[in-house]
């Protein structure tokens, strides 16, 4: 149902565009949530769109990251810029249906999620 993309290697400082794509219905109905763990972390939560457009981010991404739905509405962005050796993680999307602002950065809401992709910053 969800397949995310655009990890890689890059520098402190660097960008790097995360994709996930969804199926038609979850892409369109569902709130999309980006969560990340690192080395050792529990997973946590990093953005989410929920199916009205409104965006929600972590206080350590505010202001750095943005997330932001495709014009074909299934597929959902995140842009990382100014990124920091901290934000090396695996990142996953998630989609739910039953998302409310309580349990927005709970894993437990979310039951479609992608596989990961792997995001590491470098000094």
């Known amino acids: 149902q969800l397949q995310a993309s655009g990890g890689g290697s890059v520098q402190v400082g660097g960008s790097l565009r995360l994709s996930c794509a969804a199926s038609d219905r979850t892409g369109s109905s569902y709130t999309i949530t980006w969560f990340r763990q690192g080395p050792g972390k529990e997973r946590e939560f990093v953005a989410a769109v929920r199916y009205s457009g409104t965006t929600h981010y972590a206080d350590s991404v505010k202001g750095r990251f943005t997330i932001s739905r495709g014009a074909a509405k299934n597929t959902v962005y995140l842009q990382l810029n100014n990124l920091k050796p901290e934000d090396t993680a695996v990142y996953y999307c998630?989609?739910?249906?039953?998302?409310?602002?309580?349990?927005?950065?709970?894993?437990?809401?979310?039951?479609?999620w992608g596989q990961g992709t792997l995001v590491t910053v470098s000094s």
């Open positions: 998630a989609a739910g249906g039953g998302v409310i602002l309580s349990n927005l950065r709970d894993v437990a809401a979310y039951g479609y």
